[in-house]
């Protein structure tokens, strides 16, 4: 029995940004494609911040394909999920 693992084929940076969270937080984003031999084209979305020494990583992930590109609609609404990620959970 073999197992084949996904590998990363092609992968593009789109955008990197860095903006304020609350409290002060900085919260920095990065949007990319990447290209797998098993998932295909996926356009990623994330968010990373660090609080009370813990790190906080939101990952939106989109099929990409030629054929269904991502409309602006859905772009805007994983941006704006994508810009709420800004505040640590209370412990």
Do not use: C, W
Not at 9 to 19: D, F, G, L, N, P
Not at 51 to 76: F, G, Q, T, V, W
């Amino acid at each position: 029995m073999s197992l084949r693992h996904e590998s990363t084929k092609q992968a593009e940076v789109i955008a990197v940004s860095e903006r304020s969270g609350k409290g002060g937080l900085q919260v920095y984003e990065i949007e990319y494609i990447v290209d797998s031999t098993r998932g295909g084209m996926k356009r990623i979305f994330s968010a990373v911040f660090v609080a009370s020494k813990k790190l906080y990583i939101l990952n939106i992930a989109h099929s990409d394909k030629p054929e269904s590109p991502l409309d602006m609609h859905r772009r805007r609404i994983l941006e704006q999920v994508l810009h709420s990620f800004d505040d640590a959970p209370l412990t």
